[in-house]
């Protein structure tokens, strides 16, 4: 069985811009979270998507942005770049969200310069 | 606040000992408590999940206690290897209907020759 699947692994971005980022989940799985995670803060939950509807949210900005599709794959915005938004950006999948267990994939590693 | 503590932040040991992490947690209301190992630049993979009722969970040289009265879990491995070196971050889901997690930092523990 496939595991999760992330793309691109790594990223080069400029202030300013903005990057989409990728997920796949595991085949039957319908809840697709995003975490955000650097040395000083670990990891912090973005938001959750399930069947196409964001159903959980974290306490970031609304530069963060995302959408599912209908395949269950994910993706990740983020517009008008910050220095500090250089970090590693996990998903994650489960059949439900928590209380399931939580499948990581291998992490898209974003450099904002 | 809902909140995760970890500690210590960071452990050295020698390979073949034993060592125990620990987590307190403030999260209300508790649906269940997770830990994780991570590699240095991989994602997450699940160790143990806890529900209220659960005291101790095993997964092979991993065994992780959950006093729900107290808000304490601890992960204790045991006959440590090198491939032990790695993150462990506990995370308490919270249910408040839609469930969410919330992370601890982690324990970076490092197992030498």
């Known amino acids: 069985k496939a595991g999760v699947t992330q793309t691109p692994r790594y990223l080069i971005k400029t202030r300013g811009q903005q990057v989409t980022l990728s997920c796949s989940p595991i085949?039957?799985?319908?809840?697709v979270s995003w975490y955000q995670q650097t040395p000083g803060q670990g990891l912090q939950f973005l938001f959750e998507?399930?069947?196409?509807?964001?159903?959980n949210k974290g306490n970031f900005p609304g530069r963060f942005s995302g959408r599912q599709f209908s395949n269950s794959r994910s993706e990740m915005n983020v517009s008008t770049l910050e220095l500090g938004d250089s970090a590693l950006y996990l998903c994650?999948?489960?059949?439900?969200?928590?209380?399931?267990?939580?499948?990581f994939g291998p992490g898209t590693r974003l450099t904002v310069t | 606040k809902n909140q995760v503590e970890q500690s210590p932040q960071s452990l050295i040991i020698l390979e073949g000992k034993n060592c125990t992490l620990q987590?307190?947690?403030?999260?209300?209301?508790?649906?269940?408590l997770r830990w994780y190992k991570q590699d240095t630049g991989r994602g997450p993979v699940s160790l143990t999940i806890?529900?209220?009722?659960?005291n101790t969970k095993s997964n092979g040289r991993y065994t992780a206690t959950l006093d729900a009265d107290t808000k304490q879990s601890s992960l204790h491995i045991t006959a440590s290897q090198l491939s032990d070196s790695a993150s462990y971050i506990c995370?308490?889901?919270?249910?408040?209907?839609?469930?969410?997690?919330?992370f601890g930092t982690g324990t970076r523990l490092k197992v030498l020759a």
């Open positions: 994650a999948s489960s059949f439900g969200g928590a209380p399931y267990e939580q499948y």
């Open positions: 085949s039957g799985h319908r809840s």
């Open positions: 998507y399930f069947s196409e509807t964001q159903r």
């Open positions: 987590c307190n947690y403030t999260v209300s209301p508790f649906s269940n």
């Open positions: 806890m529900t209220f009722s659960e």
């Open positions: 995370v308490v889901s919270e249910d408040r209907g839609t469930y969410k997690y919330i």
